[in-house]
């Protein structure tokens, strides 16, 4: 793995992708352009990630170290171009090596560098696992061949069945995409991220990556087409939804649709005001989670 990592380090330099700069990991001041007002979300505590491909910043993450899986991904939608980039994993070389260069790397073919193992998710912890990998930032939220490449890595990725992934939660994905394509005129700041159990938790292969309840979205977009739809009056300039990732979960935050296919029953997601989403977040964290600054209430 260590000639892999050396061989990857001159491969960027050759190609013109190294630079000499700040971390990318351990602070969001790099990447701030993808947050409402230079806003990150706070309430959560976790490890910053400015998350770097082809040397430009693409989105940004908070990780949680110990459960190998981030608390939620911020990008700003653009509209989808082309084919979905076939899937090339990667990895993010800082959580492994504070001082190694920034670039997101992809996993090599056989053993995996320890540093790298201890430090964050690999392949194998998904491989014959119950769960897909399931994006915070989605391939389907970006125009640019490397913008949507970017999103898959690991640093970028909770797990997440299979029915929630290909089901509700894909339907969800693409009336984002058609809401804010459509409708909004100026740029739309989005955060995924996940709610865990309140109690006895989920891991993969033993305790390697936790596995969340739900996942939460919200999108804020200040600057919107004001002849809307009146089935989408409330849906700007913020809006926000809840998924379930546990079929056997309760309903009191997300009901179930009894109607639903039964590969989908019990992996529904409830669209909801922002403010509401921020009020499960609370319940669960046991803190203020303030996902956009002023709520996205500000002028742009």
């Avoid at 806003?39 to 959560?44: E, R, S, T, V, Y």
């Avoid at 989808?80 to 790397?105: D, H, S, V």
């Avoid at 790298?116 to 125009?143: C, F, K, W």
């Avoid at 009894?258 to 921020?278: H, I, S």
Wanted: proline share 8%; hydrophobic share 35%; net charge negative.
């Amino acid at each position: 793995m260590l000639r892999f990592y050396a061989l990857a380090v001159a491969v960027l330099a050759f190609t013109g992708c190294w630079c000499i700069c700040a971390a990318d990991v351990g602070d969001f001041a790099p990447c701030l352009q993808f947050f409402y007002k230079s806003w990150p979300p706070k309430g959560l505590a976790g490890t910053p990630i400015c998350q770097r491909y082809y040397n430009q910043y693409r989105f940004a993450t908070l990780y949680s170290r110990p459960r190998r899986s981030p608390w939620f991904s911020a990008y700003v939608y653009s509209a989808p171009a082309g084919k979905r980039p076939t899937a090339c994993w990667k990895f993010e070389p800082q959580l492994a090596y504070p001082g190694a260069e920034g670039n997101m790397i992809p996993f090599p073919p056989g053993p995996v560098d320890q540093n790298v193992v201890d430090s964050q998710a690999v392949e194998l912890d998904y491989i014959n696992s119950t769960y897909s990998r399931g994006h915070m930032n989605p391939s389907l939220h970006h125009q640019s061949h490397e913008d949507r490449s970017a999103t898959f890595t690991l640093t970028n990725v909770v797990p997440q069945k299979a029915g929630s992934n290909d089901g509700p939660w894909e339907v969800l994905e693409w009336t984002i995409n058609k809401t804010l394509e459509a409708y909004c005129l100026g740029e739309a700041y989005v955060v995924t991220g996940v709610i865990p159990y309140r109690i006895d938790e989920r891991w993969l292969k033993d305790h390697r990556v936790a596995v969340p309840e739900y996942i939460w979205s919200a999108y804020c977009c200040p600057n919107y087409n004001n002849s809307l739809p009146e089935e989408l009056k409330d849906a700007f300039p913020t809006y926000a939804a809840i998924g379930r990732n546990d079929r056997n979960s309760s309903e009191e935050i997300v009901p179930v649709s009894q109607t639903a296919k039964k590969q989908f029953k019990g992996y529904d997601v409830r669209q909801m005001p922002l403010e509401t989403l921020e009020m499960y977040l609370k319940d669960r964290f046991n803190t203020v989670v303030s996902v956009f600054y002023e709520q996205c209430s500000g002028s742009d």
